[in-house]
């Protein structure tokens, strides 16, 4: 089945720690992203790619990075983790088709940092 | 001014009434609109999307887009408890493919 997946599901992790935050997805979608949501706030988009060796900083990229080199892999780095990185990481997909364009979301990475 | 504006809610309506969802958005210059459905502790799900001036039904939910206006709504017909969700708005940025969001309306059926 057709899906796209995250992981880990939930992360708890020090202060000053480098950690990645996996996305793959098996639909052969062009087009991925990472969103932040905080309870009862919008998604804040991070970070996009458009297809292999493309990237592009969102709203909230300053502090993170991403790369794709495999269509089906987008992986989100935070160099150093600090509390306020705590919050969902949602990753999304999408294909450009007039009648399907819009996103498919993985289960999301949920992180506390201590 | 933020992009996409949905009132947070909660709206509560019976079980079996029309549920109404509305937004607005700033860029006069989006072209692609969409609802998507958010369950407490889940991720968002696509429910509809609309692209054209007017009316889109699918089953319970209907559509409408006012470009003019700059405003989409979502209603929901025949509610169900299964429909208490938060309901996010998103619009097309200018600039590509990405989407802008919406914080959502929370959307309690009571039986």
């Known amino acids: 089945e057709a899906d796209i997946y995250q992981t880990p599901r939930y992360l708890v992790i020090g202060t000053g720690k480098k950690i990645t935050l996996e996305c793959s997805q098996t639909?052969?979608?062009?087009?991925m992203y990472w969103y932040q949501q905080d309870p009862g706030m919008e998604l804040h988009l991070i970070h996009y790619?458009?297809?292999?060796?493309?990237?592009e900083k969102g709203d909230l990229s300053s502090e993170s990075t991403v790369s794709r080199i495999r269509t089906e892999h987008f992986p989100l780095t935070l160099e150093s983790a600090r509390p306020s990185h705590t919050s969902q990481y949602l990753c999304?997909?999408?294909?450009?088709?007039?009648?399907?364009?819009?996103?498919?979301f993985g289960s999301g990475t949920r992180l506390t940092v201590v | 001014q933020k992009e996409v504006e949905q009132n947070s809610g909660p709206l509560s309506v019976p079980e079996g009434a029309i549920a109404s969802l509305n937004c607005t958005y700033s860029d006069r210059g989006s072209q692609s609109f969409f609802w998507y459905r958010q369950y407490s502790g889940k991720s968002p799900e696509l429910i509809m999307s609309i692209y054209s001036n007017g009316d889109k039904e699918d089953g319970r939910f209907t559509a409408q887009l006012n470009k003019a206006s700059q405003y989409v709504s979502l209603l929901i017909r025949d509610s169900q408890p299964s429909d208490s969700a938060t309901y996010l708005c998103?619009?097309?940025?200018?600039?590509?493919?990405?989407?802008?969001f919406g914080k959502g309306t929370s959307l309690l059926v009571t039986p």
């Open positions: 639909m052969g979608h062009d087009k």
């Open positions: 790619s458009y297809g292999v060796n493309s990237t």
């Open positions: 998103a619009v097309n940025r200018i600039s590509g493919y990405a989407l802008n």
């Open positions: 999304a997909s999408s294909e450009w088709k007039a009648a399907n364009y819009g996103y498919t």
